[in-house]
C-alpha cells in the first residue's frame, strides 16, 4: 500500500541555520505531495505542496521538490527562525483512495535562538 | 484560521461511554475527512464522506461511526469507549474529490479515563 516515511526527529538547530527534513513515499499512480505543520496546540496547516514529477512547492522560505526518479520530497529551508519550531509531516493524497491523506510519523523541530 | 470548526476542543469521559464529535466544513466544501492522531500509530484516516455519501474507510472501528448531513456538517460517533482511544481527532474539508488541498480544523482532544 502506498506509505510514507520521514527522517527520525526531534531535529534541534540553531536560528539561521539550514534546515532539511528528509521524506521518501511509495505510491502506486500519481499522488499529489504535501507538507503541513503544527504548531503547539493547534491544528494542521499546509505549508507547501506539490502535485506533478518535478513541481516545486514553496511557502514562507520553504521549499520541497517533487522527485518520482528518487520517490522523495525533501522540506528545505535556508535560514530558520525560531518561529518555525513545530512538528512537520510529509502526506501523500491516494489518488486510489479519494484523495485520502496518508502521513509520515512527523518530525518535531525546536529551534534555539 | 482555516475555515473548518470543530467542537468540542476538548472532552474528558470515561471508558464504555459514547461521544459525539461535530465538524463544520469549509463554506461550500463538499469532502468531509476524519483523521485520528495518536502517539502509537501517528495521523490516520478513518473516514471521507462525500456530499453526505460514504466515499472511503481506512482503520475505523465498528465502534466508531461518522455521518454528513444535508447541511454538510460532519458526526463522528465514537461508543463503547476504551483508554485507547484516547487521541486528537481532526476533521478536513475540500472542495471535491479531485486533486484538491484538504482544510484541517483545530481538532478535538479526547481523554477517556
Known amino acids: 500500500g502506498n506509505s510514507v516515511t520521514q527522517m527520525e526527529g526531534p531535529v534541534t538547530l540553531s536560528e539561521e541555520a539550514f534546515l532539511t527534513i528528509n521524506c521518501t513515499y511509495t505510491?502506486?499512480?500519481?499522488?499529489?505531495l504535501f507538507w503541513y505543520v503544527q504548531y503547539p496546540g493547534e491544528g494542521l496547516q499546509l505549508l507547501l505542496k506539490?502535485?506533478?514529477?518535478?513541481d516545486k512547492g514553496s511557502n514562507k522560505g520553504f521549499e520541497a521538490t517533487y522527485r518520482k526518479e528518487t520517490t522523495s520530497f525533501h522540506l528545505e529551508k535556508g535560514s530558520v527562525q525560531v518561529s518555525d519550531s513545530a512538528v512537520y509531516f510529509c502526506?501523500?493524497?491516494?489518488?486510489?483512495?479519494?484523495?485520502?491523506?496518508?502521513f509520515g510519523q512527523g518530525t518535531r523541530l525546536t529551534i534555539n535562538p | 484560521d482555516s475555515g473548518v470548526t470543530q467542537t468540542p476542543k476538548h472532552l474528558i469521559t470515561a471508558t464504555g461511554q459514547r461521544v459525539t464529535l461535530r465538524c463544520s466544513p469549509r463554506?461550500?466544501?463538499?469532502?468531509v475527512y476524519w483523521y485520528q492522531q495518536s502517539l502509537d500509530q501517528g495521523l490516520q484516516f478513518l473516514i471521507q464522506?462525500?456530499?453526505?455519501?460514504?466515499?472511503a474507510k481506512g482503520n475505523i472501528l465498528e465502534r466508531f461511526s461518522a455521518q454528513q448531513f444535508p447541511d454538510l456538517h460532519s458526526e463522528l460517533n465514537l461508543s463503547s469507549l476504551e483508554l485507547g482511544d484516547s487521541a486528537l481527532y481532526f476533521c478536513?474539508?475540500?472542495?471535491?474529490?479531485?486533486?484538491?488541498?484538504?482544510?484541517f480544523g483545530a481538532g478535538t482532544r479526547l481523554s477517556v479515563l
Open positions: 478536513a474539508s475540500s472542495p471535491g474529490q479531485g486533486k484538491n488541498i484538504q482544510y
Open positions: 505510491a502506486t499512480g500519481y499522488p499529489s
Open positions: 506539490a502535485t506533478k514529477a518535478d
Open positions: 502526506a501523500l493524497s491516494d489518488p486510489q483512495g479519494a484523495q485520502k491523506l496518508v
Open positions: 463554506s461550500g466544501d463538499l469532502s
Open positions: 464522506y462525500y456530499n453526505g455519501e460514504e466515499r
